[in-house]
């Protein structure tokens, strides 16, 4: 072995680590540039905020729990009774 040959070597696992370190920041930066632009929120509609969300219990969702019947059992409509009262 050459003492020559041995430094030659070395120089050029250095340039190739090097060069491999390069590509993969390079690779890495391409990657976060490319998910910021695709994490920008959705568009949400207005009248979606407005609206309650639906009960997740199962009982509310078939009918069987309390309280979901009709809030006015006597089946007389509130909204024509005289205000004021």
């Known amino acids: 072995m ?10 050029r696992i250095r340039i190739g680590l090097t060069g491999l370190a390069f590509v993969f920041v390079l690779v890495l930066l391409g990657t976060a540039i490319s998910r910021s632009s695709e994490e920008t929120s959705p568009r949400v509609p207005d009248n ?7 009960p997740n219990d199962p009982l509310a969702e078939i009918g069987a729990a309390p309280g ?15 205000k004021g009262r």
Not at 2 to 11: F, S, Y
Not at 48 to 54: G, K, N
Not at 68 to 82: K, R, Y
């Open 2 to 11: 050459n003492r020559v040959g041995k430094e030659e070597r070395t120089q």
């Open 68 to 82: 979901t019947g009709p809030s006015n059992e006597t089946g007389l409509d509130n909204s024509a009774a005289p």
């Open 48 to 54: 979606a905020l407005a609206t309650p969300a639906e």
